[in-house]
Nanobody, 116 residues
Framework: QVQLVESGGGLVQAGGSLRLSCTTSGSITGLRAMGWHRQAPGKQREVVAFITSGSTANYADSVKARFTISRDPAKTTVYLQMNTLKLEDTAVYYC??????????WGQGTQVTVSS
């Protein structure tokens, strides 16, 4: 059974930084991508960033140049370094992994709150 556990969320002032981590366990059949989505109150879930099995990183336009996605060499943990946080970054952040069969596994979410 694949499990994802996120950590690192919290309350931060605008302009500050946070680093999210997501550690996976269990057997994943051919890793295709790892990444992060977020969902703000009253809004749809949106892609934040993802990194492919070939280590290509992709970002939503709203976070480019502020967020950096990375992972450990064993490909069991994915990170999201968030700098220069804005009020509109407030959301629940969910990590996921996508396997070679197109199955997505999700974490439980971690709250990020940016205050003024």
């Amino acid at each position: 059974q694949v499990q994802l556990v996120e950590s690192g969320g919290g309350l931060v002032q605008a302009g500050g930084s946070l680093r999210l981590s997501c550690t996976t366990s269990g057997s994943i059949t051919g890793l295709r991508a790892m990444g992060w989505h977020r969902q703000a109150p009253g809004k749809q879930r949106e892609v934040v960033a993802f990194i492919t099995s070939g280590s290509t990183a992709n970002y939503a336009d709203s976070v480019k140049a502020r967020f950096t996605i990375s992972r450990d060499p064993a490909k069991t943990t994915v990170y999201l370094q968030m700098n220069t946080l804005k009020l509109e970054d407030t959301a629940v952040y969910y990590c996921y992994v996508l396997d070679a069969l197109g199955r997505a596994y999700w974490g439980q979410g971690t709250q990020v709150t940016v205050s003024s």
